[in-house]
């Protein structure tokens, strides 16, 4: 069975400086999707980025790439430029062949004034 | 066009009831997922409905129940609660199940309380 830890239950950062979650899966498939979603206050799962698994290119959307090393199963994310608002919980989830999601126990982000 | 919403916010039960929670995904999408958070836990994955069948289910008890109706809106139910079924329900939409890099909408959740 597909496994996604999360081992920063907590992380803080300066605003405008840089900081990294980590995430790391067990599989044994060779094709899935890893993502990172968002929580912010409100609730309401945000996606933030994701990977396909059999693309070598690490994905970049703005202030926020991954760093996705396929054969040790890591899959980091690191935020750039920290602001307020990217104060939240961050999950990392794994998307397997049969469509289920499999979510990690999240780390929560401060940011810093 | 409208997010995904549930209802309700907020809700509190005794042991030993049961709840119904609802879910109305964003307009043309047809995939309909259930999670459940607790604090240390992150989010455990219940059933995901595509096109009013159940394509997935994770590992819950079968207390643990959903439907889909032909407008792709979604319910979820509970029997019997326990003081553990105490969470946030998150519902999510998307498109398709069949894609797996398909992201998924989230709505802001049904916070239950078992007393």
């Known amino acids: 069975a597909q496994t996604v830890t999360q081992s920063q239950p907590e992380m803080s950062v300066q605003e405008a400086e840089t900081v990294t979650l980590s995430c790391t899966y067990d599989?044994?498939?060779?094709?899935?999707?890893l993502f990172w979603y968002k929580q912010p206050p409100s609730r309401q799962m945000i996606l933030v980025i994701r990977q396909e698994a059999y693309k070598q290119q690490n994905a970049t959307e703005n202030r926020f790439s991954v760093n996705f090393q396929k054969a040790a199963k890591s899959f980091s994310l690191k935020i750039s430029d920290s602001q307020l608002g990217d104060a939240a919980m961050y999950f990392c989830a794994y998307r397997s062949a049969t469509a289920k999601y499999i979510f990690g126990t999240g780390t929560r982000l401060k940011v810093l004034a | 066009k409208a997010g995904v919403t549930q209802t309700p916010r907020y809700l509190i039960k005794t042991r030993g009831q049961q709840v119904t929670l609802s879910c109305s995904p964003i307009?043309?999408?047809?995939?309909v997922s259930w999670y459940q958070q607790t604090p240390g836990q992150g989010l455990q994955f219940l059933f995901e409905y595509f096109s009013e069948t159940q394509r997935n289910k994770g590992n819950f008890p079968g207390r643990f129940s959903g439907r889909q109706f032909s407008n792709s809106r979604s319910e979820m139910n509970v029997s019997t609660l326990e003081l553990g079924d105490s969470a946030l329900y998150l519902c999510a939409s998307s498109l398709a199940s069949a894609a797996k890099n398909e992201k998924l909408f989230f709505g802001s959740g049904t916070q239950l309380s078992v007393l």
């Open positions: 599989t044994s498939e060779s094709d899935y999707y």
């Open positions: 307009s043309g999408h047809r995939s």
